[in-house]
């Protein structure tokens, strides 16, 4: 299968494009984020997408068991010898009618994409069995990333599954206890900051260019192609049936940035005939994408963002030594890197962006615990949006959706803990406490 594939600078007037085998995740020219690119025409692809079900059936071949590549051909950046697969991508897309039922949705319409079913715990794996494949395409020895939790297990786990170095910068207190212990535990160099996420991010780039390590966060253009699979899998959940609604947390953009590139290429080609809404999600006290989207009306404009939005209002930030906060620590972050490229992804998928107060957040969350296969909090920030989006309208209860819960339910213990003991929320549910005394325990169980 040839390989076509080339990277490109998004910024219009810049455009300049290079090899896929350089390890630059920047452009050398003018500093603007990088796409992959195809030349679709020389590409073998399949007829329809129905015929990517066929690789089930040999599940037994590393590649055709992966859920990011049984779909190669459609992110086709390195031969078959450097693929680097731990078996991502193994998730399911959960019908669920008790939350559809919650959120006034019609029967059949809600679904929920649990991403936490990956090795590490979220959909993290499903960029980084892609980049770690660059990875080994450029000859990277030693890598790194910052994180606020999620991407630092993903990183540590492929990178001691494929014996390379590893460092991991973290902020402050910053880190859910689950995603922490997954860094220690796969023996990656852990680097904690005095500082925040944003303050991670700025380190480690400076950190990898000095020291020439390959770096992983979502910078890195080979994750978003890995992530776009994703949405294939959601498609392919609902036999090849595109729905209304993708509704996504919003952090450092990557996702929405990847899901807006992945149906842009399959409308393109032919392979679907519609492209769903994306619905982003925010949190207040992270949101970076809602204030410049709402109320400075920021928009891709075929590439000519007006940066000077996002310079004043970052500068601003700095002037004011603005820290985001929000619960939901995935999305605890307000410089997203993709920033532009999910501008493109809301053009794309003619979609919108709010943000939600973390109350409403943790009560979504608690509601996926009762109702389906749990979540950590910044995932329920998508179920939370759908309430809203259902609330004011946007979404008609005879749509299909797609809520992507991105990470596992155990990944941040302690919010769920103290939800239920300290009586947080509306669902809180905690333990009722007893003599040890048959009669007094066997009362309470029939009241
Ligand atoms: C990383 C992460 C996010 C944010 O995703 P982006 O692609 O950075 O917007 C959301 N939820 C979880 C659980 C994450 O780990
Ligand atoms: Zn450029």
Redesign the pocket.
């Known amino acids: 299968m040839a390989i076509t594939a080339y990277q490109k600078c998004i910024n219009p007037d810049c455009g300049a494009e290079f090899d896929r085998t350089e390890a630059i995740f920047k452009c050398p020219k003018c500093g603007d984020l990088l796409d992959i690119q195809y030349d679709w025409s020389k590409a073998k692809l399949p007829e329809k997408m129905e015929d990517f079900s066929k690789r089930w059936a040999n599940r037994n071949q590393r590649l055709d068991f992966s859920g990011v590549w049984r779909f190669r051909e459609l992110l086709n950046f390195c031969e078959d010898e450097h693929k680097v697969t731990i078996g991502e991508g193994q998730t399911i897309l959960q019908q669920n009618d008790f939350i559809a039922k919650e959120l006034g949705m019609d029967k059949g319409n809600v679904h929920l994409q649990y991403?936490?079913l990956n090795p590490s715990g979220?959909?993290?794996d499903n960029?980084m069995t892609a980049a770690f494949s660059h990875a080994s395409l450029v000859g990277a020895k030693s890598c790194a990333c910052a994180?606020?939790?999620?991407?630092s297990a993903a990183v540590s786990l492929y990178a001691h599954s494929c014996g390379m170095k590893c460092t991991v910068f973290i902020g402050q207190g910053r880190i859910a206890f689950g995603?922490l212990s997954q860094a220690m535990d796969y023996g990656a160099q852990t680097i904690q900051i005095a500082g925040d996420f944003d303050d991670c991010m700025k380190q480690v780039q400076d950190v990898c260019s000095k020291l020439n390590i390959y770096l992983l966060n979502?910078l890195n253009p080979f994750r978003l192609e890995g992530?776009k699979t994703i949405m294939y899998r959601i498609i392919e959940s609902l036999n090849w049936q595109v729905p209304d609604w993708i509704i996504?947390?919003?952090?450092?953009?990557?996702?929405?940035?990847?899901f807006g590139k992945a149906f842009k290429e399959l409308k393109d080609l032919g392979l679907i005939d519609r492209i769903p809404c994306l619905a982003?999600i925010n949190a207040c006290g992270a949101d970076t994408l809602s204030y410049l989207v709402n109320q400075r009306g920021l928009k891709w404009n075929s590439g000519w963002v007006e940066s000077k939005e996002i310079n004043s209002l970052y500068a601003d930030f700095t002037a004011k030594k603005f820290s985001p906060h929000t619960i939901?620590s995935?999305?605890e972050?307000s410089r997203?890197?993709?920033l532009k490229k999910?501008l493109r992804s809301i053009e794309i998928c003619d979609g919108l962006v709010i943000d939600l107060p973390d109350e409403e957040i943790k009560d979504a969350k608690a509601m996926v615990g009762k109702y389906g296969l749990g979540?950590?909090?910044?995932?329920a920030?998508s179920v939370a949006g759908l309430r809203r989006l259902v609330q004011d309208g946007t979404i008609d209860p005879g749509e299909k959706v797609a809520c992507?819960?991105?990470?596992?339910a155990l990944?941040d213990p302690d919010l769920t803990v103290n939800y239920h003991t300290k009586r947080e929320g509306v669902l809180s549910n905690p333990p009722v406490e007893v003599p040890n005394d048959l009669d007094k325990i066997i009362d309470i169980i029939k009241a």
Request: aromatic share 2%.
């Open positions: 991403e936490g979220s959909f993290k960029g994180s606020t939790g999620n991407t995603k979502s992530q996504v947390p919003g952090g450092n953009l990557g996702n929405s940035s990847s982003i939901a995935a999305i972050i997203p890197v993709n999910c979540c950590e909090p910044a995932s920030a992507v819960l991105t990470g596992h990944k």
